[in-house]
Structures are given as C-alpha cells and as structure tokens.
C-alpha cells in the first residue's frame, strides 16, 4: 500500500504581497542613497567655477589709430561743462586718436537708457564699416539694480556681437566706477563679473575699483555731488579719469613714459572688504538713481 504524500502548506497571499513590497523598499533606498553627500545646487546666474584666465597680448596700434569708446553717462560726458569735455573725447585728444564716442545715459547690459537702448541693442545697431583699431567698452553700474541671475550671458552675448563685428580691433573693458562711496555691493559684483569674463577671452580689464581711483581723498575733487551734476565726474573729474585711462593703456603697450603722470592728490587708500563689498567712507552721500 503506498503512502499519502505529506500536504504542503501554501504560503497566504498576503505574505507574498508583504515580500514584494519590503523588496520594492529596499531597491528603492538603494537608488536614493540617503547616506550620499547632497549635491549642491548652483544658484541661476552663478558660475559654476570661475573661468581660466588668458594673459592679454600687448596692445600695438597705428600712430593714429581709430577708438571706439562704447558706454554709459561716464561716456557720454554726463556733468562736464559741456559733453565734449568728457574723458573719452579727452582721451582722444590727449592720445591723438580717432575717436568715435558711443555713450548713452543710464544705459547697461541688461538695462535700457535715458536716451537710447541697452548695450546689446545699442552694439547691434553700431556701423560695422567703422572698422576701429581698439574698442574700449566702459561700464556699467546702472545695471547694479537688476537681478544677477543673467547678467553674465548679457555681457557674453553683447561681447561675442561686438567682437564679430569688429574682428580686427583690439578691446579693453574698463570696468564701473564708483559714483559714490562706499561702494556698492552690487558694483563690486559687477566689476567682479566683468573681471573674469574678460579675463576669459584674453582682452584687458581695467578695474577703477581695484585700483581705488576714486577715493575718499579725492572723491569730491573728481565726482560733482550737486544736484546738476547727479555723482557724476566734474570738468575736473573727466580730465582725472583721461589721465589714469591713458596711464593704463601706456602699460598694455610696454611704454613707461606716458605723458602724464597720475596726479599727486592722489594717496595710497587701504580698502576694507566686507563681503564682497569694498568700504571708504564718506558721510552724507547717497546713492542716485540714473546714470
């Protein structure tokens, strides 16, 4: 007589269910992998890493070469007797240059001016048989209220236009100065900013900033606080700036003997940083509203 095989137990259904479920867990912790360090996020409009830097070429231009000097009310010679008196037509007659001056007041590259449009437009409507030998880009704190986020790929777009339109031509970004002192945090980002996207494509930066042009010895000596002049450069203050711009083109060429020197009230001035904000204190000014 053969024996009865022995019954074996089936397992519930709900164990099953309850199996597939704690694998489902456990694949999907493995996946998320909590333990992992959080990646940090980058915030819109901030770099990664800031770019390899390129040592600028020297500067080697003709006996009379033609300069395009390209920017806001600094440029257009805002608070000076007249706007012919500006740095940048004085720069010019100083340097024997051709120059063709392009300034428009309250304009950046992200904000449109009083008198015209924002430096993207502003470039894109720029004569391309103009044909200049060195370009001189000034600016901007009047972008200085507007968001960080974009800002950068403004000036890359605005730049990447200007320099096919104008293959040829050297460049030379003179960063923002300041209208009032202490410097505002947003203009020392924005020279920062400029700083290293220039230094990116190998052009020559210069930083008024960095370099205290502008300082609380000599800042009512070169900046008009009146209401007229709106922190702007006095007569005076135009014909300071043209010294030091043509001081720091003499470097970029090798000449050590230009002709003027930099004027003797002007002092060695320690700066304090606070954050990223450069400190100089001078009571009882305030910031404007346009440039």
């Known amino acids: 007589m053969t024996s009865p095989m022995p019954t074996r137990a089936r397992t519930p259904l709900?164990?099953?269910?309850?199996?597939?479920?704690?694998?489902?867990?456990?694949?999907?912790?493995?996946?998320w992998?909590?333990?992992?360090?959080p990646a940090t996020p980058v915030a819109e409009g901030d770099a990664a890493a800031p770019p390899a830097m390129l040592a600028p070429a020297p500067l080697a231009l003709p006996e009379h070469p033609r300069v395009l000097v390209f920017g806001d009310s600094w440029v257009y010679g805002s608070a000076a007797s007249v706007p012919a008196l500006g740095f940048a037509y004085a720069i010019g007659e100083r340097l024997g240059w051709d120059v063709v001056v392009d300034?428009?007041?309250?304009?950046?590259?992200?904000?449109?001016?009083?008198?015209?449009?924002?430096?993207p437009d502003r470039i894109a409507a720029l004569d391309p048989g103009l044909d200049p030998d060195l370009v001189i880009i000034e600016g901007s704190i009047n972008d200085r209220k507007k968001p960080a986020a974009g800002y950068r790929g403004a000036v890359t777009g605005a730049w990447d236009a200007l320099a096919a339109l104008y293959p040829e031509a050297a460049f030379v970004v003179l960063g923002?100065?300041?209208?009032?002192?202490?410097?505002?945090?947003?203009?020392?980002?924005i020279d920062k900013d400029l700083a290293?996207?220039?230094?990116?494509?190998?052009?020559?930066y210069i930083s008024p900033l960095q370099e205290a042009w502008i300082a609380p010895d000599n800042y009512l000596d070169v900046i008009d606080t009146s209401p007229v002049g709106n922190n702007h450069p006095s007569d005076a203050?135009?014909?300071?700036?043209?010294?030091?711009?043509?001081?720091?083109?003499?470097?970029m060429t090798g000449v050590t003997d230009a002709a003027a020197d930099?004027?003797?009230?002007?002092?060695?001035?320690?700066q304090t940083v606070e954050g990223d904000q450069v400190v100089e204190n001078i009571d009882g000014i305030a910031p404007d509203e346009e440039r």
Not at 33 to 37: E, F
Not at 262 to 270: C, K, N, R, S, Y
């Open 176 to 189: 923002p100065a300041p209208q009032v002192l202490p410097v505002e945090k947003a203009t020392a980002r």
């Open 237 to 251: 203050g135009h014909g300071y700036l043209a010294e030091r711009l043509e001081q720091a083109i003499a470097s």
């Open 33 to 37: 992998r909590p333990w992992a360090a």
């Open 196 to 204: 290293e996207l220039a230094g990116a494509r190998g052009w020559w």
């Open 103 to 119: 300034g428009v007041r309250g304009s950046g590259y992200l904000k449109p001016g009083i008198d015209g449009p924002s430096y």
């Open 14 to 31: 709900w164990a099953l269910v309850a199996l597939a479920v704690a694998l489902a867990l456990v694949i999907a912790v493995a996946a």
């Open 262 to 270: 930099v004027p003797a009230e002007e002092l060695d001035v320690t």
